[in-house]
C-alpha cells in the first residue's frame, strides 16, 4: 500500500474533453480515449489526440504531481476544401471550340478533357 501511495505522489490528472472522441497518445504511447480523465506522471510531455478523417492536435503539457490539468480540444476536419468552378468552366467545351483559355483553366482544375 505504501508504494502505491508513492507512485500517486508522483502523478497528476489531466481531465481531457475533445469534440468528436478520439486516441490519446502520450509520448508516442496510446493511452486510451478521450473524453476522460488520464493519470499522468509529472513532468514535460507531448500529448497527441487522433481520429481518423481529423487532423492530429498536438500539446506540450507540464504535468504536476497531485494536481489536477484541464485540456479542451476541438479537432479540424482533414478534408480539403476546394473552391468551386463557374459552372461555364465546367461544360465540357465543344470540339471546336478554339478558346485557349478554357482549356487552361479546365486542365489547371484537373479536369479530363476528352
Not at 63 to 73: I, Q
Amino acid at each position: 500500500m505504501l508504494a502505491q501511495e508513492r507512485l500517486q505522489n508522483l502523478l497528476g490528472q489531466v481531465h481531457i474533453k475533445v469534440s468528436p472522441q478520439a486516441d490519446v497518445w502520450l509520448d508516442g504511447r496510446r493511452l486510451g480515449q478521450a473524453p476522460g480523465t488520464f493519470s499522468i506522471p509529472a513532468g514535460r510531455h507531448v500529448l497527441e489526440l487522433r481520429k481518423d478523417g481529423y487532423l492530429p492536435a498536438r500539446r506540450q503539457l507540464t504535468v504536476a504531481s497531485r494536481r489536477e490539468h484541464d485540456l479542451s480540444v476541438t479537432l479540424k476536419s482533414a478534408q480539403r476544401r476546394t473552391a468551386a468552378l463557374p459552372r461555364h468552366l465546367l461544360d465540357r467545351p465543344r470540339p471546336d471550340c478554339r478558346h485557349r483559355r478554357h482549356r487552361h483553366l479546365l486542365r489547371s482544375a484537373h479536369l479530363e478533357l476528352e
